[in-house]
């Protein structure tokens, strides 16, 4: 028998957002992620024989090369679902992982990353033991979320929420679930173009930037603000109003920003070519009158949305308005996505 399972999982990029958490890996707040397509990881996991005689016998490949860097954080997740994976002990794991956009374009990878191994992972679990998971999406989001909170929301195609939330009586704080509201036809295709403005890793760690919401002064409103936008972006999602969208978006991604700056110690993860282009953005919206609006991550780069139907004039926008900001002219261009697919 060979025991190996491979899966593609896409990225995601967080609509309301997840900032500040408790211990193991709980929101401080609800989130909701469109699921993108052309951002993804492929990660293959294989059970070999025992080489040492360590608890985990593990070995991290990227691209073919020893990611030594990557062990202490895979082997923390492990750790956490220790009890439901027994068999892991028992092997050499290899952990063979690709990601379809470059590893320091500043886009966080371990969304789909974490998402890929704990489907991997379950997958492999159904076969060595012989059972079938009961909704095996809901275990691997559970599993996802404790590598990485947004992980969670990457299992599911399209909209998927995360976070305990009074409008939606299935929320979970241990696990996402696909979005089932109303949703307008004109979200199911919108776009996402990345606009690499920075590439290299992060000054800080989204980890260290979770912690320091646990003092943070505003960090209270802050989270009441999330349930309040998530409900008025429910009425949006489902009158397909996008200006009121736009806003609510917006206002999320710049919310973010303003919780690092305004956290002790502070930080700025923005760089001046991130502003150039809200900027931007706004006048272009302004002139055109187009329905096009940006998040932002925790990192510099910008995330355009649109729906597909404004897509020409936006592409052309990007191509003689922004490039000149970005790292090597570089961005992506990217889509709602289905979720993730099983490659074995
Ligand atoms: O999953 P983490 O711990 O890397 O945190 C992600 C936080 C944001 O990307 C900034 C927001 C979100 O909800 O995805």
């Known amino acids: 028998m060979k025991l190996n399972s491979s899966w593609r999982s ?19 707040n609800p989130s909701i992620s469109f699921t993108l397509s052309e951002c993804y990881t492929e990660t293959s996991v294989s059970l ?25 954080k895979i082997t923390k997740f492990l ?28 886009i966080a990878s371990s969304a ?15 076969e060595i033991e012989n059972t079938k998971i009961d909704d095996f999406y809901r275990k691997a989001s559970e599993w996802a979320r404790l590598g990485s909170g947004s992980a969670s929301r990457s299992v599911y195609g399209g909209l998927a929420q995360w976070g305990q939330f009074a409008g939606i009586s299935e929320s979970s704080d241990e696990y996402a679930i696909p979005y089932q509201g109303k949703t307008d036809p004109v979200f199911k295709n919108f776009r996402d173009y990345v606009l690499l403005v920075e590439t290299g890793s992060k000054k800080v760690s989204s ?17 009441l603000q ?54 931007e953005v706004w006048a272009f919206r302004k002139e055109t009158g187009l329905p096009l609006y940006f998040t932002l991550d925790a990192g510099a780069n910008v995330h355009l949305l649109f729906p597909e ?25 990217d889509r709602v996505g289905d979720g993730p697919v099983k490659l074995s």
């Open 10 to 28: 896409p990225s995601n990029i967080a609509l309301i957002k997840y900032w500040g958490k408790y211990h193991p890996q709980i929101p401080a």
């Open 226 to 279: 999330a349930h309040e936008n998530l409900a008025a972006l429910q009425e949006t999602l489902a009158s397909g109003d996008l200006e009121k969208f736009g806003e609510l978006v917006e206002s999320e991604a710049l919310t973010l920003h303003a919780m690092m700056m305004t956290s002790s110690p502070y930080f700025i993860l923005m760089k001046p070519n991130t502003v150039h282009i809200l900027e």
């Open 48 to 72: 070999l024989e025992k080489k040492a005689n360590a608890d985990y016998d593990l070995e991290v490949l990227l691209d073919g090369e020893s990611r030594e860097d990557f062990k202490p």
């Open 79 to 106: 750790e956490h679902i220790r009890s439901e994976i027994p068999f892991v002990q028992e092997y050499h794991l290899r952990i063979e992982t690709h990601n379809s956009f470059p590893h320091s374009s500043g």
């Open 207 to 223: 980890t260290a930037g979770h912690g320091l919401m646990e003092k943070h002064p505003f960090a209270e409103r802050r989270f």
């Open 112 to 126: 789909s990353g974490m998402s890929a191994l704990a489907l991997c992972l379950l997958s492999l679990k159904e």
């Open 309 to 333: 139907a404004v897509e020409q004039a936006v592409a052309e926008f990007v191509s003689t308005s922004l490039t000149g900001y970005l790292k090597n002219s570089k961005y992506i261009c």
